[in-house]
């Protein structure tokens, strides 16, 4: 047995600045989104750049339950991420078949809406 790690194994990946800012341009304006999408994006990289942000420490979370649910239509990579930040959310808990019904519920729900306003394609 080998001793490497699993990815998202404690820490969950973070979500980049691209990543934060298409979720959020599906409901904002370009610039609003750009703006907002620095300060949400949990990249260190992106963090360390924002001086307000760069002495706070860790966070628990803020991305609320809705902006996971939009990021996890952003990229297969992106959903992979999210689905990890939900464990960790949970302290390691997986969702009960209940509750991945109705997050994939929601989840198809918010697709459908961004497939008929044209912010996303129909696959």
Same mark, same amino acid.
């Given at each position: 047995?080998?001793?490497?790690? /699993?990815?998202?194994? #404690? %820490?969950? %990946?973070?979500?980049?600045?691209?990543?934060?800012?298409? &979720?959020?341009?599906?409901? @904002?304006? =370009? &610039?609003?989104?750009?703006?907002? &999408?620095?300060? @949400?994006? =949990?990249?260190?990289?992106?963090? &360390?750049?924002?001086?307000?942000?760069?002495?706070?420490?860790?966070?628990?979370?803020?991305?609320?339950? #809705?902006?996971?649910?939009?990021?996890?239509?952003?990229?297969?990579?992106?959903?992979?991420? /999210? %689905?990890?930040?939900?464990?960790?959310?949970?302290?390691?808990?997986?969702?009960?078949?209940?509750?991945? %019904?109705?997050?994939?519920?929601?989840?198809?729900?918010?697709? #459908?809406?961004?497939?008929?306003?044209?912010?996303?394609?129909?696959?």
């Amino acid at each position: 047995m080998g001793t490497e790690s /699993v990815p998202g194994q #404690n %820490e969950p %990946e973070s979500f980049s600045e691209a990543e934060v800012y298409q &979720a959020l341009s599906w409901g @904002m304006s =370009d &610039a609003e989104a750009r703006k907002l &999408a620095k300060f @949400m994006s =949990d990249d260190p990289a992106v963090t &360390a750049t924002v001086p307000t942000l760069r002495d706070l420490g860790p966070l628990t979370s803020m991305y609320s339950e #809705n902006m996971l649910l939009l990021l996890s239509l952003v990229s297969d990579d992106t959903h992979r991420k /999210v %689905e990890q930040r939900l464990v960790q959310m949970r302290l390691g808990k997986e969702l009960s078949p209940e509750e991945r %019904e109705e997050w994939d519920k929601r989840r198809a729900e918010f697709r #459908n809406q961004l497939v008929k306003s044209g912010k996303i394609p129909d696959p």
